[in-house]
């Protein structure tokens, strides 16, 4: 039960980092164009995040038991995973890196599963066929999804913006202005939204694994009775669990995170409101698909790149590509290096038992 509060403790842990370490995604161009102060954009942000969080189940099931095999799962090896994701997100954060949460976690689930089945590889679920026919596993939910949602984010990005050029060229930038002011206000909601319906329920995912996990290898057998609603006998997401993630989720994005803001809404491409909100809706409306499939995308890859593909617009070169360069790096070392550190807290887990 002890170990059980722990990994319960970690994964708010890793939900408030992960509030205020994309909050840049929901708000960096609403903040960046000047259409919000900080403050009320990260307010605005917070109310759509924890609408969306609450929004379904999909993407948690995802987590929960369609990457790997449930049966090898302990609680050191949640636990394992959301060390690994918490100081993947903290180190980022702190180098202003916008990195991927989602695929922290997924590389520390990953790297302490197969340290808890001894190396054995097909304790990920690479590809399976449900009875329904519908394809899961990290293939079609995570590898693909990570390699497709960047370049969708990027041509949607790009068209959308010349469409919009296309539009409104017989009006004035003034004009143009004032419109989009306004509009970003409903696409920088819409980005909350998503991402709140995407990233919150990775973390719902993990803790209903934990118990799942408590309940069938006999760790709540001695509860009290009060705390009988821990057991689940069949894997599904509590109610209270949804609640818990969600408001937590919101009070870290109402924390900020302005070092991520800065890359975001300022080092890469500088953005009128009508970029900004051709990029939000962008990201908004791939990352809202992506939740309704149960894919766990990364919110950060989506916007990044669609930001990028606004940016091309103006001119290839108005792309501050080396800074880009930095970010894509981050983006291919952390499924690695999440699950390496996954791998070792596990070790290092069971040698401290």
């Known amino acids: 039960m002890t170990l059980f509060l722990l990994v319960l403790l970690a994964a708010l842990v890793f939900e408030?980092?992960?509030?205020?370490?994309?909050?840049?995604?929901?708000?960096?161009?609403?903040?960046?164009?000047?259409?919000?102060?900080?403050?009320?954009?990260?307010?605005?942000?917070?109310?759509?995040?924890?609408?969306?969080?609450?929004?379904?189940?999909?993407?948690?099931?995802?987590?929960?038991?369609?990457?790997?095999?449930?049966?090898?799962v302990t609680m050191g090896t949640v636990m394992g995973a959301l060390?690994?994701?918490?100081?993947?997100?903290?180190?980022?954060?702190?180098?202003?890196?916008?990195?991927s949460s989602s695929h922290a976690l997924v590389g520390g689930l990953c790297g302490?599963?197969?340290?808890?089945?001894?190396?054995?590889?097909?304790?990920?679920?690479?590809?399976?066929?449900?009875?329904?026919?519908?394809?899961?596993?990290?293939?079609?939910?995570?590898?693909?999804?990570?390699?497709?949602?960047?370049?969708?984010?990027?041509a949607g990005g790009l068209v959308l913006m010349y469409l919009l050029?296309?539009?409104?060229?017989?009006?004035?930038?003034?004009?143009?202005?004032?419109?989009f002011g306004k509009a970003q206000l409903v696409s920088a909601g819409f980005m909350g939204f998503s991402h709140g319906s995407n990233d919150a329920q990775k973390t719902?995912?993990?803790?209903?694994?934990?118990?799942?996990?408590?309940t069938t290898q006999g760790a709540f057998n001695d509860l009290p009775a009060w705390a009988g609603f821990l057991r689940t006998?069949?894997?599904?997401?509590?109610?209270?669990?949804?609640?818990?993630?969600?408001?937590?989720?919101?009070?870290g994005t109402a924390a900020g995170?302005?070092?991520?803001?800065?890359?975001?809404?300022?080092?890469?491409?500088?953005m009128q409101p009508v970029h900004g909100f051709a990029a939000e809706t962008t990201a908004a409306?791939?990352?809202?698909?992506?939740?309704?499939?149960?894919?766990?995308?990364?919110?950060?890859?989506?916007?990044?790149?669609?930001?990028?593909g606004v940016g091309a617009t103006k001119r290839f070169s108005a792309v501050k590509w080396g800074l880009v360069g930095r970010i894509v790096w981050a983006w291919v070392l952390t499924l690695p290096v999440t699950g390496l550190l996954g791998y070792l807290f596990v070790h290092a887990i069971n040698m401290a038992k």
């Open 257 to 270: 995170g302005w070092r991520i803001i800065r890359t975001m809404g300022h080092k890469m491409v500088k």
């Open 165 to 179: 050029m296309a539009a409104l060229r017989r009006l004035t930038p003034r004009t143009v202005g004032r419109i």
């Open 285 to 308: 409306a791939i990352i809202h698909g992506a939740s309704t499939l149960g894919v766990p995308v990364s919110t950060t890859h989506v916007i990044a790149t669609s930001i990028m």
């Open 204 to 214: 719902m995912g993990i803790i209903a694994l934990a118990l799942f996990t408590g």
């Open 16 to 72: 408030y980092i992960n509030g205020f370490h994309d909050t840049a995604n929901a708000i960096a161009t609403v903040v960046s164009t000047k259409v919000l102060p900080p403050r009320w954009a990260v307010v605005w942000a917070a109310v759509f995040n924890l609408v969306g969080a609450l929004m379904g189940t999909a993407v948690a099931t995802t987590i929960g038991k369609g990457l790997v095999d449930t049966q090898y």
């Open 83 to 99: 060390l690994a994701a918490i100081i993947w997100g903290l180190f980022t954060w702190w180098l202003g890196l916008p990195s």
């Open 233 to 251: 006998p069949q894997f599904h997401i509590p109610y209270w669990v949804m609640l818990t993630c969600a408001l937590t989720m919101a009070a």
């Open 112 to 154: 302490a599963a197969l340290a808890t089945a001894s190396g054995d590889w097909k304790v990920l679920h690479w590809s399976i066929v449900d009875s329904k026919g519908v394809a899961t596993g990290l293939w079609p939910k995570i590898v693909l999804p990570m390699i497709a949602s960047p370049l969708l984010g990027f």
